[in-house]
């Protein structure tokens, strides 16, 4: 979670708005977008949190000027190039031709099982819960996040890094996103929600902000 996509605190950018009655794709294409990345996943291309990561390495501007379902897009093609699914250069030549015959019929492949097992992941979900040995932290634990977050992919935000919060709940464990983006294994802990001072990590508010993080961003704080 180190890059333009992580968001709290930063300034300029407005409440985020949420409106219940809008559609889930506002054009046809996201909605492809969405499928192919779901299907590319479910059949174990690649996982969750290297999609993720994807998106996550996009520069600052593209990021920021690009919408939701652009960076799936973007998330999509960079999975697949790397891992050698696609061609790089075959992609910028089909992009140039759909570009001067936008109309163009696109063939595709009947595989009903895949569909099948993408069906399947919709409706019922991949779970990542996985056992680990027992919580380390207990609710009412005074817990310090760590200060400083494992380089490339991780769930822990900037804005509670070195702040001291108190275990509201003992989840259950899950896959280490912070190496199963990079293929360094599952490894899975336990995770908290945890409580900490609006105060402390905004500078105002008496409120407290609840983050989900994993057991190894937690350090006792006493």
Known sequence: MDGPHDLG?????????????????????????????????????????????????????????????????????????????????????????????????????????????????????????RPAAPPRFAVGSRVRAVRDAKPGHTRLPAYVRGHVGVVRRVDGAFVLPDTNAHHEGENPENTYNVGFSARDVWGKGDHEVLVDVWESYLEPAD
Do not use: C
């Not at 520069?59 to 960076?71: D, H, L, N």
């Open 9 to 129: 605190g930063a300034p300029g950018f407005g409440p985020v708005r949420f409106d219940p009655d809008d559609p889930l794709f506002s054009s046809d294409w996201e909605r492809k977008v969405f499928g192919l990345t779901m299907a590319t996943s479910t059949i174990s291309l690649y996982n969750r949190d290297e999609n993720r990561h994807a998106r996550e390495r996009m520069p600052v501007e593209e990021y920021r000027s690009t919408g939701y379902f652009e960076q799936w897009l973007v998330a999509l093609e960079t999975n697949l190039t790397e891992l050698g699914v696609l061609d790089a250069a075959a992609v910028r030549e089909r992009v140039a031709e759909f570009l001067d015959e936008p109309g163009r019929e696109v063939r595709g492949k009947d595989r009903p099982e895949l569909f099948e097992l993408f069906r399947d992941t919709l409706e019922f979900g991949a779970s990542l819960e």
